[in-house]
């Protein structure tokens, strides 16, 4: 990581001294502090696939370098060199409004240059295989792909099938680790650590990735999480989780320190998991009545898009405990964070790659 870091700096002088973008000099105490710091540890994975693979050190590391990379965002010239000649592919295969602009932005900022695949307007429509697609993109010369995809483990085959990064933005059922990533981000931001807090993940648990992916993020950095929702959308396999469940969201409101409410996944539901919106929301609803009950610093966060007056009254997303906005600008540097990190990770496995050929030639 030492070499991360240092490499960052200098590509931060070079850059000061070549353009006319706005850094200062704090950002090189900013730096050098993150040098300092990263010493012992060395970031190794070219791929984001999931966050249950993650040990606490990785997401800690990545929060890390994503706070670094937050300033650049408030600059007048919002713009940074680490991927200067990269080529980032926003794969999306599902709609997205936060995860795919924000990955668009965050590899804007960092000097890629981006191509914004649709299926769509694809030849998927002519029937090419995803791998076939990914294998002809890559053909063109791409560093990274950011894919989202409704088949769970969408990312995995990509990663074992193509030399580029992979990160997952989304695989079905299964993980969404760069919303896990800026949920942490984001409360530990506001409350300085995770450890010893309560944190409730209300609603469509069984189709959340989520839940899944807040899950492992969350309890890896000492939280408590409890899934609350009703029985038809808990899922089976929440018994084998380091979770509590609940089935009755006013018995855990006064409780917990963050409140993150999912969206019903209408598009995923296989039948009707409860007798009508209105009962839904009459028992798992966020209102401004349940929010009367809650801790006062209680966060509301939500991952969005949000069914206003479904899973939450508008009146508590727009209200003062939301950080729900916070946590999409979060997002950007958190995203910034891991493509710079995933991008560093191959260029290092590129240089060993290289350096075993030359000790042992065919
Ligand atoms: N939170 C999230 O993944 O939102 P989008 O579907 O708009 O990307």
């Known amino acids: 990581m030492f070499e991360t870091k240092l490499f960052w700096s200098i590509e931060f002088w070079s850059f000061r001294f070549v353009s006319n ?15 300092k710091k990263g010493k012992s ?33 408030t600059r007048s010239v919002k713009k940074a060199p680490p991927l200067r000649g990269k080529v980032v592919v926003n794969m999306f295969f599902e709609d997205s409004t936060r995860t795919r602009n924000s990955f668009a932005l965050a590899a804007n900022r960092l000097s890629a240059d981006i191509i914004e695949f649709t299926e769509k307007a694809s030849s998927v429509s002519k029937g090419e295989t995803l791998l076939d697609t990914a294998r002809n993109l890559e053909a063109m010369g791409i560093d990274i792909v950011v894919i989202r995809h409704s ?38 931001k506001i409350k300085g650590t995770l450890e010893g807090l309560k944190i409730a993940i209300v609603g ?11 899950m492992w993020a969350m309890t890896k950095l000492g939280a408590e999480v409890i899934f609350v929702g009703p029985p038809t959308l808990m899922p089976s396999w929440a018994s084998k989780l380091p979770v509590s469940v609940s089935y009755s969201l006013d018995e855990v409101i006064e409780k917990v320190d963050v409140i993150n409410m999912l969206r019903i996944q209408f598009e995923r539901l296989g039948g009707n998991p409860f007798p009508s919106v209105r009962e839904y929301s009459h ?42 906005l916070d946590q999409v600008t979060n997002g950007l540097a958190v995203r910034m964070a891991v493509l710079f990190l995933v991008n560093q990770a191959r260029a290092q496995q590129g240089k060993e790659a290289k350096h075993e050929k030359r000790i042992y030639p065919d």
Not at 168 to 175: H, K, L, Q, S
């Open 204 to 214: 469509d648990i069984a189709h959340s990735r989520v839940a899944r992916s807040d």
């Open 41 to 73: 540890f060395k970031w190794h994975r070219k791929h984001l696939l999931g966050l249950r693979e993650l040990s606490s050190e990785e997401i800690i590391y990545i929060l890390d370098t994503a706070k670094g990379f937050e300033q650049i965002s």
């Open 283 to 324: 028992y798992f609803g966020l209102t401004l009545e349940r929010m009367k009950r809650a801790k006062p610093d209680i966060l509301v966060m939500h991952p969005g898009p949000i069914n206003r007056g479904l899973e939450i009254e508008s009146e508590v997303a727009d209200g003062r405990n939301s950080v729900i």
């Open 151 to 188: 088949a769970g483990g969408a990312a995995k085959l990509l990663s074992r099938n193509i030399n580029a990064c992979v990160v997952n933005a989304g695989d079905g059922f299964c993980e969404h680790p760069t919303q896990g990533l800026l949920d942490v981000y984001t409360i530990r």
């Open 21 to 35: 973008f706005d850094f200062r000099i704090s950002d090189l105490h900013e730096v050098m502090a993150l040098i």
